[in-house]
C-alpha cells in the first residue's frame, strides 16, 4: 500500500513539473516572438502573410493583396494608437503620481524606477510600427 502511494505522488509531480516546464517554455517562446515582432513590425506583418498563404493555401496574387491590406491597415492601427497617445500618456503619468504619493520615500525611488523601465517597455510596444515612442519624447 506504501508503496503505490509512492508512486503514485511520484507521478502527480512528475506530470506537475511538467505542466510547469510546458508552461514556463511557451511562455519564454511567445515573449521572443513577441518582442522579434515589437523590434520589426515589416517582418510581422510578413509571418503573417505567410502564416496565411500555409493555412489558406494562398495564391502569389492573393498572397500580394493581403500584404497590401496588412499593410494599410497596420498604418490605420498607428494613426489611431498616435491619436491616442497623449491621452493614454496623462492617465500613466496621473497614475505614477497618484501611487508615488501613496508610498514612502525609499519605496517611491523603488517604485519611480521600476514604473519608468515598465513604462519603457509599453512605449516600445504601443509604439512599435508609428515611427516614434511618444508625444512627450518629441
Not at 505542466?19 to 517562446?29: A, E, K, Q, S
Amino acid at each position: 500500500m506504501k508503496t503505490s502511494w509512492k508512486i503514485i505522488l511520484a507521478l502527480f509531480l512528475i506530470f506537475i513539473c511538467g505542466i510547469v516546464i510546458g508552461t514556463g517554455g511557451t511562455l519564454i517562446i511567445e515573449r521572443a516572438i513577441i518582442k522579434r515582432s515589437i523590434e520589426n513590425p515589416q517582418r510581422a506583418k510578413l509571418m503573417l502573410v505567410h502564416r496565411f498563404a500555409r493555412q489558406y493555401n494562398l495564391t502569389k496574387e492573393q498572397k500580394e493583396s493581403i500584404a497590401m491590406i496588412i499593410a494599410d491597415e497596420a498604418s490605420k492601427l498607428a494613426e489611431i494608437r498616435m491619436s491616442v497617445a497623449p491621452e493614454v500618456e496623462s492617465v500613466l503619468n496621473d497614475a505614477q503620481k497618484r501611487i508615488g504619493a501613496e508610498l514612502d520615500e525609499s519605496q517611491r525611488q523603488k517604485f519611480e524606477r521600476g514604473f519608468d523601465k515598465w513604462l519603457e517597455r509599453f512605449r516600445r510596444i504601443y509604439y512599435a510600427g508609428t515611427g516614434t515612442m511618444s508625444e512627450s519624447d518629441k
